[in-house]
C-alpha cells in the first residue's frame, strides 16, 4: 500500500498549471461514444477515474489511445451495450453512460451503482427524466436495463438540479426528433464544457449555464477536437494549500469565472488575491482569518467538492468558522481525520463549527474519499512535524501526481511505496514519479 510521507511547516511557493478538470473529462469522454469516428480531447489528466472511463470505453469496442495529454477516442468499433459490475463499481459517476448507451445503442444494461463514501447518491432523477423522455427502465438483477427507438422530445423538470442528471439527459437527447427542454437543469461549468464539446461535433444544444437547456435532436455528430477546462477543484485544493503554509502561489491556466463561489468566500481569509491573464495569485499572510459561514450548493453556490479542503484550511484559522453541507449528506468524515492533527471541530448534522487553533501537528492519518484525502494533506502540510497520510488512492482519482505538484511548489512530500523504502534503503521510483518523467 502506497502513502504519503509529509514533512509539514514548508510554505508552498512558485507557479503551477492546472490540469483538466477531471469533472468534466469523464462526462466527456462517455459523449465521445455519441461522436461518429475519432474525437480528440486535449487536457485530460492521468487520474484513475479517467483510467476507469477508458476501460469501459474500451469494453464497448472504442479504441483509445493517449498522446501526451490528449486522449484520442475512435468509435468506430462500438458493438456492446453493457458494463459489466467489475468496471461500474470502480467509479459512481460511470451511470453517465446510460444517457450515452441509450442514444448511439439504444439500448444500455449496467449494474445499479450503490452509495459512496459520501452519501447514498440515487439515481432516482436520472431515471425518472430517461422515463419522462420515453425510454423504458427497469432494474432487473441488481441491473438497470434500459432500451428506447426513435422516442419523441419533451419537456423534462428535475426537482433538483443534479449534475450528472443533467448531463445523462443531455447525451440521451441529442438524438431525439424535435426540441427537449431540461428545465432546472445544472448550472455547473462543467454542464458548459459537455455542450461545448457536443456543439463543436454539430449537436444542437443552447442555454448551457442557464436553468434551462435546450436540445435539438440532430441525426449525427461528427469528428471534433476539444480541450477540457481547467480543474477549479484543483485550484481552490492549492489555494487551500497556499493559505495554511503562509505561502505564495501563481496557479496558471486559470478560468477565474468559474472560481467566483470560492473566491468570494476565499477573500474573507485576509489572503490576497492578484488576477492576470488566465492567472490567479495567492499571497497568504503569516495567519489566516476565518470564515463566518460557508454554505454549499449547486453551481453558483460554494461546491461541495471544495468544502473538505476549506474545513482543512480553516482549521488554522484565527476564530470561528461555520460550514454548512447541503448538497451530499455524510461529506464530514475527513473531520475525525483533522482531529488528528489537533484540530478542533463539532458537526451537528450537516454542520461543522471549526474553531480554528494555531498550530497542528503531525499525525498519522488516513483519506476517507477523494476531497478529504486532498484535505487531509493540507492539513498535513500546515502540521509541525511528520505525517503519514493512507489510502491515497482515494487522491489518485482525482489529482494527476499531486506529490510532485506540491514539491514542485516545496512541500516535502514523499510517495513510499513499500517497507524498504519506508525505512529509507533504497529510491525505488512510483508509478506517478515514472509518469511524471516520461512526460
Ligand atoms: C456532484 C456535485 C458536482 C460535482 C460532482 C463530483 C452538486 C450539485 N453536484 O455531482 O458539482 O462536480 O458531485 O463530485 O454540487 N440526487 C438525488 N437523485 C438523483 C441525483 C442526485 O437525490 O438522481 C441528489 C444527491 O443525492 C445529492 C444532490 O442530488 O444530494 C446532488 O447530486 P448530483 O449533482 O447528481 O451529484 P453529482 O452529479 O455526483
Known sequence: MEYFKINGGNKLNGSIRLHGAKNSVLPLLAASLLIKGESVIHNCPRLSDVDNTVKILRHLGAEVRREGSTLIVNTACVNKYDIPEVLMREMRSSIIFLGALLSVMKKARLSVPGGCEIGLRPIDLHIKGLRDLGYVIEFKDGNICASGENKGSNDIYLSYPSVGA?????????????????????????????????????????????????????????????????????????????????????????????????????????????????????????????????????????????????????????????????????????????????????????????????????????????????????????????????????????????????SRLGAAVTRIKDEKEKQGNKKTYTESERRVQSA
Open 166 to 406: 443533467t448531463e445523462n439527459l443531455i447525451l440521451a437527447s441529442v438524438f431525439l426528433k424535435g426540441k427537449t427542454r431540461i428545465i432546472n437543469a445544472a448550472r455547473e461549468p462543467e454542464i458548459c464544457d459537455l455542450c461545448d464539446y457536443l456543439t463543436g461535433a454539430g449537436a444542437k444544444v443552447y442555454g448551457a449555464g442557464s436553468t434551462v437547456i435546450e436540445i435539438e435532436g440532430v441525426n449525427s455528430l461528427h469528428e471534433t477536437e476539444h480541450t477540457v477546462i481547467p480543474d477549479r477543484i484543483l485550484a481552490s485544493t492549492l489555494m487551500c494549500a497556499t493559505a495554511v503554509t503562509g505561502g505564495n502561489v501563481r496557479l496558471e491556466g486559470v478560468k477565474l469565472g468559474d472560481l467566483s463561489p470560492v473566491l468570494s468566500a476565499f477573500c474573507e481569509t485576509g489572503c490576497k488575491l492578484y488576477a492576470g491573464d488566465r492567472t490567479l495569485t495567492v499571497k497568504a499572510p503569516k495567519r489566516i482569518r476565518s470564515i463566518k459561514s460557508i454554505k454549499t450548493g449547486p453551481y453558483p453556490d460554494f461546491p461541495t467538492d471544495s468544502q473538505a479542503m476549506f474545513s482543512a484550511m480553516l482549521t488554522v484559522a484565527n476564530g470561528v468558522s461555520v460550514i454548512n453541507e447541503t448538497v451530499f449528506e455524510n461529506r464530514f468524515r475527513h473531520i475525525r481525520e483533522l482531529e488528528r492533527f489537533g484540530a478542533e471541530v463539532t458537526i451537528h448534522d450537516r454542520c461543522a463549527v471549526i474553531r480554528g487553533v494555531k498550530t497542528l501537528c503531525g499525525a498519522k492519518a488516513s483519506c476517507t474519499d477523494l476531497r478529504g484525502g486532498a484535505a487531509v494533506v493540507i492539513a498535513a502540510l500546515a502540521a509541525n512535524g511528520v505525517s503519514e497520510i493512507n489510502n491515497i488512492y482515494h487522491i489518485d482519482r482525482g489529482y494527476e501526481c499531486f506529490e510532485t505538484q506540491l
